[in-house]
């Protein structure tokens, strides 16, 4: 069965900073996704970042990078410049291809303080 | 992007009674929809896949006679939160795909429901 495990359950960044949110995944499955989700306190899922297993490079967007390890299972969420309003929970997400289902980690809470 | 309406926001019922939840893709056909349940500063964890013109997949402990879903159409998925008691009361989350797109394309959310039973 597919796992994500998410290690840290809170993290704290001073605003304007850098932050590196762990995630590690398990499954033998060869075409899957990945993705980073921030959840505010409105508790609306928010996507901030995807990246398909088959490609070799990290996704960007923005302020917002990863670290994909494929052969290690890792896929870790950079923030840059960190802003009050990135202040969140942060779920690491893995779907297949052959189910469609969203497995998520346990969540991160993310702090930023001004 | 897709848009995806749950309804209600939020809901207080009695312990006995039944509540339904809905999800609607507004912009868009989703054929399957997704239910999550969510605890307070916990994960969302699947409870079952909502196939339309077919029976749900639930995942393994979920009560089927429990929490019934229906999809009866390409834009709609209800969930009914049967003879609800208290340890039920929970954050439910509904998503669904886009069957125009590509599986990579992220999942839409609905903004969620708050049930509280009493």
């Known amino acids: 069965a597919q796992t994500v495990t998410q290690s840290q359950p809170e993290m704290s960044v001073q605003e304007a900073e850098t932050v590196t949110l762990s995630c590690t995944y398990d499954?033998?499955?060869?075409?899957?996704?990945l993705f980073w989700y921030k959840q505010p306190p409105s508790r609306q899922m928010i996507l901030v970042i995807r990246?398909?297993?088959?490609?070799?490079q990290n996704a960007t967007e923005n302020r917002f990078s990863v670290n994909f390890q494929k052969a290690a299972k890792s896929f870790s969420l950079k923030i840059s410049d960190s802003q009050l309003g990135d202040a969140a929970m942060y779920f690491c997400?893995?779907?297949?291809?052959?189910?469609?289902?969203?497995?998520f980690g346990q969540g991160t809470t993310l702090q930023v303080k001004p | 992007g897709a848009v995806v309406s749950q309804h209600p926001s939020w809901v207080i019922c009695k312990s006995g009674t039944s509540v339904k939840i809905e999800c609607r893709s507004l912009?868009?056909?989703?054929?399957?929809m997704f239910w999550y349940r969510q605890f307070p500063k916990q994960s969302l964890m699947l409870m079952a896949t909502?196939?339309?013109?077919?029976?749900?997949?639930?995942e393994q402990g979920v009560e089927k006679d429990k929490f019934l879903i229906n999809h009866a159409s390409l834009t709609l998925s209800t969930l009914t939160v049967t003879s609800a008691h208290p340890e039920d009361s929970s954050f439910y989350i509904c998503?669904?795909?886009?069957?125009?797109?590509?599986?990579?394309?992220?999942?839409?959310f609905g903004q969620g429901t708050r049930l509280t039973v009493v």
């Open positions: 998503s669904a795909r886009d069957v125009g797109r590509v599986l990579n394309t992220e999942a839409f």
């Open positions: 499954t033998s499955e060869s075409d899957y996704y």
């Open positions: 990246q398909e297993a088959y490609k070799q």
């Open positions: 997400a893995y779907v297949t291809s052959n189910t469609g289902k969203l497995i």
């Open positions: 912009d868009f056909q989703a054929t399957t």
């Open positions: 909502s196939n339309e013109g077919s029976k749900a997949t639930y």
